[in-house]
């Protein structure tokens, strides 16, 4: 059973950055598909970022350019860099894992989440 924590988030201003930290337990990233997700009140989840084992990164148009997703196979530890960023980014943000590449859409393995606010 893959255990997953995520970490950093808060309130930043408009144009800010902030590092978002998934990290796993009972289960290897490396090996993983492991992807980010955001929901804000009222809306749909929405796809942020995926990073495959191989090392393919894809990401959600509306955060292309500004997120960038990482991992660090020692710490066993996904990151999220955000940069840019824009009131609309405001969200809680999900960190998610599937052991099957094609299965990243609908992670196996979900976060308890952290919220990021970002004021105008």
């Known amino acids: 059973q893959v255990q997953l924590v995520e970490s950093g988030g808060g309130l930043v201003q408009a144009g800010g950055s902030l590092r978002l930290s998934c990290a796993a337990s009972?289960?290897?990233?490396?090996?993983?598909?492991m992807s980010w997700f955001r929901q804000a009140p009222g809306k749909e989840r929405e796809f942020v970022a995926v990073m495959w084992s191989g090392g393919v990164k894809s990401y959600g148009d509306s955060v292309k350019g500004r997120f960038t997703i990482s991992r660090d196979n020692t710490k066993n530890t996904v990151y999220l860099q955000m940069a840019s960023l824009k009131p609309e980014d405001t969200a809680g943000y999900y960190c998610?894992?599937?052991?099957?590449?094609?299965?990243?859409?609908?992670?196996?393995?979900w976060g308890q989440g952290t919220q990021v606010t970002v004021s105008s």
């Open positions: 009972g289960g290897t990233v490396s090996i993983y598909a």
């Open positions: 998610g894992a599937s052991p099957s590449g094609s299965g990243w859409k609908s992670p196996r393995y």
